[in-house]
């Protein structure tokens, strides 16, 4: 069975930072890359930022150069660095293994102007 729990949101002002962390239970965390995805009501989930298993990074243009993600295979963690944030970053933050049906509860990031 696989379980993803998102943890770290919260609100917080622009330009302020956010350091959000998913932990995988299962043998999925070291076969898989691992990405973050981010909704807001009424849209689709979009990719956010990706690591392979390689530590190989993509990030969307939206966040390139603000957001920093990271793998703890020891600890079957990604993690994801947001530095100045603006408010369109305001979200429901999920993390799943790419190419898998699995996603956790998600964690509510929220930026006030």
């Known amino acids: 069975q696989v379980q993803l729990v998102e943890s770290g949101g919260g609100l917080v002002q622009a330009g302020g930072s956010l350091t959000l962390s998913c932990v995988a239970s299962?043998?999925?965390?070291?076969?898989?890359?691992m990405g973050w995805y981010r909704q807001t009501p009424g849209k689709q989930r979009d990719l956010v930022a990706l690591?392979?298993?390689?530590?190989?990074?993509n990030y969307a243009d939206s966040v390139k150069g603000r957001f920093t993600i990271s793998r703890d295979n020891a600890k079957s963690t990604v993690y994801l660095q947001m530095n100045s944030l603006e408010p369109e970053d305001t979200a429901v933050y999920y993390c799943?293994?790419?190419?898998?049906?699995?996603w956790g509860q998600g964690t509510q990031v929220t930026v006030s102007s």
């Open positions: 799943s293994a790419i190419g898998f049906p699995y």
């Open positions: 299962g043998s999925i965390f070291s076969r898989s890359a």
């Open positions: 690591i392979t298993r390689a530590n190989i990074t």
